[in-house]
């Protein structure tokens, strides 16, 4: 059995960054940007007014001026002509601001009769925001890049229609088991529904990848070679359950059967012991183990970080974080484990009930507590690493 860290670096060495399209903007929420991309202007293009108000020349910026309104600027349509002291400009947020120009004075704080303004009083900035305050022609979005929405917003100012986005991995999944039937149908006296393919699915588009749900595949090897076929020209194959050692786990034969090239099987892990991955032609296999909790544990501790990288992204473990422990724990054995917890008030409160068949929990959780090898016993209050999920 080798450890969690050393299964992760061997999934990462089994996947890579998928090929670059370019994908239009309105289409590119969550996406990863993969290279660096340029302003095609300067933003703003133009020293434009922050308020509504009166464009006037630094000269006449004192309260008590009397000035002559001699023309308008407002967004889309500048004024033309060039401001001299003893003059202003109706102008409004948005709008160029006049050449001779050197502040904006806010409506609130003028008079106004005819065309004839009176300052009543002066704010203390210019109201300007001068010509590439936000960004320069050239400027550049780093890359790699998860984009979120306001990365969208600024790649549209800066005039770009399309990015440059690493394609959706393609991930196709595979349930196994002859006592699996799909939600809706009902199932014989001995079987249970098929549950895990779905929050994996869910999983998998979370994070930007395109997921494929497969027909069940039976306890028979025909099955379960007819089923990978169909997995053909994937980006990662994932199986569900069929990875331990009874006499109907049979994933493993199979894969190796179709020309897999193992790369580890069995984690140091509770839970997911039994989980393998390896290469099948240009595909990465991941396979988890049947029980729910595993499935779901492993695919947010192995699964996503591969995605990531698949997107584009660094390789990285599941990102943790640390919170204080809401009561007593036992000390760990010789596996790491991932303990379905809760985050309140008072800490973060691990489950009682820590068996991997429970969904109910899962469900209930937002978080795992990462307990390492020969962790001692932990009283509440310690500090404790998680991962949020
Ligand atoms: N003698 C041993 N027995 C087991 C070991 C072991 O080391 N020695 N490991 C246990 C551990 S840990 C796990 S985890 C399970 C994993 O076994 P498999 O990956 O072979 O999974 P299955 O046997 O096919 O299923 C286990 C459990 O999960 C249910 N299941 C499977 N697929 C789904 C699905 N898509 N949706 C919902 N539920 C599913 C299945 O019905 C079983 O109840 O092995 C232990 N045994
Ligand atoms: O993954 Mo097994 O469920 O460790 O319980």
């Known amino acids: 059995m080798i450890s969690v860290a050393e299964a992760l670096d061997k999934v990462f060495a089994l996947v890579a960054p998928t090929p670059v399209e370019e994908v239009p903007l309105a289409e590119c929420a969550g996406r990863v940007l993969a290279r660096p991309v340029s302003a095609r202007l300067t933003q703003p293009p133009f020293a434009a007014s922050a308020m509504d108000g009166y464009a006037v020349t ?21 004024f033309a002509g060039t401001l001299a002291p003893g003059q202003a400009v109706r102008i409004f947020t948005g709008a160029p601001v006049p050449a001779g120009a050197d502040r904006v004075v806010i409506q609130e704080d003028v008079t106004r ?44 100012a800066m005039n770009l229609p399309a990015l440059p986005v690493h394609r959706r991995p393609d991930v196709a999944i595979i349930a196994t088991g ?56 994937t980006d990662l194959l994932v199986t569900i359950g069929g990875a331990s050692v009874g006499d109907h786990d049979l994933v493993g034969k199979v894969a190796a059967d179709l020309g897999m090239d193992q790369a580890f099987y069995k984690v140091a892990m509770r839970p997911g012991k039994p989980l393998m991955a390896g290469r099948m032609g240009t595909a990465a296999m991941i396979g988890l183990p049947g029980n729910p909790v595993s499935a779901l544990v492993c695919a947010q501790l192995f699964l996503l970080p591969a995605l990531r990288v698949m997107l584009g992204l660094p390789a990285a473990p599941a990102p943790r ?33 820590q068996d991997s068949a429970l969904l109910t929990i899962l469900s209930e959780a937002d978080a795992l507590i990462v307990r390492p090898v020969g962790d001692g016993a932990r009283r509440a209050g310690e500090t404790v690493a998680y991962i949020p999920i």
Do not use: C, W
């Open 321 to 353: 974080r640390t919170g204080r422990l809401a009561r007593d724990l036992d000390a760990n054995g010789p596996r790491e484990h991932y303990m379905r917890a809760r985050i309140t008030a008072d800490g973060i409160a691990p489950f009682d009930r």
């Open 58 to 78: 630094a000269a006449d910026a004192r309260p008590g001026a009397m000035l002559t309104v001699i023309g308008t600027a407002r967004a889309g349509e500048g």
């Open 113 to 156: 009769n005819g065309d004839r303004i009176t300052l009543t009083e002066i704010g203390s900035g210019p109201n300007i925001r001068p010509a590439g305050a936000d960004f320069a022609l050239g400027d550049t979005i780093a890359a790699p890049r998860r984009l979120r929405p306001a990365d969208l917003a600024l790649a549209a």
């Open 178 to 233: 002859d006592e699996l039937v799909m939600p809706g149908e009902t199932p014989g006296p001995d079987q249970i529904i098929a549950s895990n393919a779905f929050g994996l699915k869910a999983m998998v588009e979370a994070e930007g990848g395109h997921a494929r749900l497969l027909p069940i595949a039976r306890d028979t090897e025909a099955s379960l070679r007819a089923v990978f076929e169909l997995a053909e020209g």
